[in-house]
C-alpha cells in the first residue's frame, strides 16, 4: 500500500510561479518503479494529465502547459515534483499527483489575473 500527499498549492498572480511536491509512503519500491504524473482538475471541467515522468526520468507534457511546467523525481526522497511558471489564470484547479491506481488528495492552485 502507498499513500500520496501532495502540497505546495496556494494563491498566486499570473506570471508567478509555483513548486508542487508530491510525497509517497508506504512501498516506496512500488513508487520508484513506477512512472509517476501529475493531473488537474478545474471546477465544471475533467480531470486531465498534464505532466508526466518515467522511472527512468523521461517526460512528457500537456500542450498547454509545455515550456511553463517542469516535471521531477527524486527517488531517494520518493517525493515526485512539478514545478510550475508563467502561471496563468487558467492553470486554475486542484492539482493531483498519481501512480498506477494511487491518488493522491489534491492540492489547490489558484493564479489571480
Known amino acids: 500500500q502507498v499513500q500520496l500527499v501532495e502540497s505546495g498549492g496556494g494563491l498566486v498572480q499570473a506570471g508567478g510561479s509555483l513548486r508542487l511536491s508530491c510525497a509517497a509512503s508506504?512501498?516506496?519500491?512500488?513508487?520508484?518503479?513506477?512512472?509517476v504524473s501529475w493531473y488537474r482538475q478545474a471546477p465544471g471541467r475533467q480531470r486531465e494529465m498534464v505532466a508526466i515522468?518515467?522511472?527512468?526520468?523521461?517526460?512528457n507534457y500537456a500542450d498547454s502547459v509545455k515550456g511553463r511546467f517542469t516535471i521531477s523525481r527524486d527517488n531517494a526522497k520518493n517525493t515526485a515534483y512539478l514545478q510550475m511558471n508563467s502561471l496563468k489564470p487558467e492553470d486554475t484547479a486542484v492539482y493531483y499527483c498519481?501512480?498506477?491506481?494511487?491518488w493522491g488528495q489534491g492540492t489547490q492552485v489558484t493564479v489571480s489575473s
Open positions: 498519481n501512480f498506477r491506481t494511487y
Open positions: 508506504g512501498n516506496s519500491f512500488i513508487f520508484r518503479i513506477n512512472a
Open positions: 515522468i518515467t522511472s527512468g526520468s523521461s517526460t
